[in-house]
């Protein structure tokens, strides 16, 4: 079933009240024109180095594991962006969840709406793999502009933040899913329903198994995306929102249909699903979640890679 979207008062509980008071600045603030959101986000994300410093070294640590043959120079210019990417976040976080379906639609332009449209024509559903760029919250509203699609999603612990994300998410006609009810994912797919989902995160080690992802050779993969496949026989395909430095803000990119995916072999679709990932990735790899611990879940006998 898909997630429901109640008001309730106990969600004005004072427990909650730093992350309303948040909230409504957050509405508040988005309400300035778009390049102001840009250069406030850039220079809060540029800034937050002396805050966030923690966070600071995942995203170095990660990209020194991904890019090993980069030098020091070129690992911290890429976090220096990486920050800025993160500030700009905020605000498209904003604009998705609060901005009107006229202002949102003056930022993009689509590319591969043909691909969609082949894949949902097959009436089998279809499962769009989605990546961790910054603007995932506003790629989720611009892709429910484009055509009808569903999410698939982790609950937030914070029930005030879990109402206020869910609401926004909703805002363009996308359906909530938990990502741990696949039988309704699948029934959902075989529908002929569009379901959208990022794997790229780390899971731990119930339902994954180790497969390469750029230079780390044994990163924790969900095997859920070939699930997925193999139960509802669904074309999968991946999206992405690249923001632009020139032109127009927003590129939303379809990508072809996968070929000869899924297979009998889970190591070898697993390590498909983190090939194609890279490649998106490298569109635009200033602007993805480095901040994540990535690589935190090792075989068994290995040590930590962070600190």
């Excluded at 840009?38 to 594991?65: C, M, P, T």
């Excluded at 120079?73 to 993160?86: A, F, G, T, Y």
């Excluded at 202002?103 to 043909?114: A, E, M, P, S, T």
């Amino acid at each position: 079933m898909y997630a429901k979207n109640l008001f309730s008062l106990k969600l004005l509980h004072p427990k909650y009240i730093i992350t309303w008071l948040g909230i409504i600045l957050l509405f508040l603030l988005v309400q300035l024109p778009y390049k102001w959101l840009l250069w406030l986000g850039a220079f809060l994300g540029e800034n937050s180095k002396y805050f966030i410093k923690r966070r600071v070294s995942i995203i170095k640590r990660n990209l020194e594991l991904c890019f090993p043959n980069k030098n020091s120079k070129e690992i911290n210019d890429l976090v220096h962006e990486n920050l800025r990417s993160l500030g700009i976040a905020l605000f498209e976080t904003g604009i998705a969840w609060f901005w009107s379906d006229k202002r949102v639609k003056k930022l993009f332009q689509v590319k591969g709406i043909d691909n969609y449209q082949e894949a949902i024509a097959k009436n089998k559903g279809v499962i769009i793999v989605g990546v961790h760029f910054m603007s995932l919250e506003l790629g989720g509203r611009i892709m429910g502009l484009c055509f009808p699609v569903n999410a698939m999603y982790r609950p937030h612990n914070n029930k005030a933040m879990e109402y206020i994300q869910t609401k926004g998410r909703c805002r363009s006609g996308k359906g909530m899913i938990d990502r741990k009810n696949l039988k309704f994912m699948v029934q959902e797919l075989k529908s002929g329903k569009a379901i959208w989902f990022a794997p790229d995160q780390d899971f731990g080690k119930k339902g994954t198994v180790f497969v390469p992802f750029f230079s780390v050779q044994n990163t924790s993969t969900s095997k859920g995306t070939s699930t997925l496949a193999q139960l509802s026989h669904s074309p999968t395909l991946t999206v992405t929102l690249l923001r632009n430095k020139n032109g127009v803000n927003y590129d939303l990119v379809l990508g072809k249909e996968l070929i000869d995916y899924p297979t009998n072999d889970t190591l070898r679709d697993a390590a498909t699903i983190n090939s194609v990932l890279e490649k998106e990735i490298m569109k635009a790899p200033e602007q993805y979640l480095w901040a994540h611990r990535r690589f935190k879940t090792r075989p068994d006998g290995e040590p930590s890679l962070y600190i």
